[in-house]
């Protein structure tokens, strides 16, 4: 079973940025969809961003766009989320998770997760 471990949350000022790192146990890294995903406090999960198998295509939730940034390094079995301008509102546990299907943004479309990592932005 594959294992998704995040890393790279904190504590950060507004305007600031942070990198979220996912990495992946297993070999077949490449064949899945990646996705980010966050949960504030009181609230549901809600999809963040999503990459396709090649890298090419990549999808973001409105309240995120032009901020953040997904990619993946295969040779690494990582995915990362590049966050800059941060705001309060992104105050939440992020988490990566792992899908089969392509173009996948919702989040019973995607079968393995990881623990999170807690992002807190200050105002």
């Known amino acids: 079973q594959v294992q998704l471990v995040e890393s790279g949350g904190g504590l950060v000022q507004a305007g600031g940025s942070l990198r979220l790192s996912c990495a992946a146990s297993?070999?077949?890294?490449?064949?899945?969809?990646m996705g980010w995903f966050r949960q504030a406090p009181g609230k549901e999960r809600e999809f963040v961003a999503t990459?396709?198998?090649?890298?090419?295509?990549?999808y973001y939730a409105d309240s995120v766009k032009g901020r953040f940034a997904i990619s993946r390094d295969d040779a690494k079995n990582t995915v990362y989320l590049q966050m800059n301008n941060l705001k309060p509102e992104d105050t939440a546990v992020y988490y990566c998770?792992?899908?089969?299907?392509?173009?996948?943004?919702?989040?019973?479309?995607?079968?393995?997760w990881g623990r999170g990592t807690q992002v807190t932005v200050s105002s």
């Open positions: 297993g070999r077949t890294f490449s064949l899945y969809v």
């Open positions: 998770a792992r899908s089969s299907t392509s173009l996948a943004i919702h989040r019973n479309e995607f079968g393995s």
């Open positions: 990459i396709s198998r090649s890298g090419v295509n990549k």
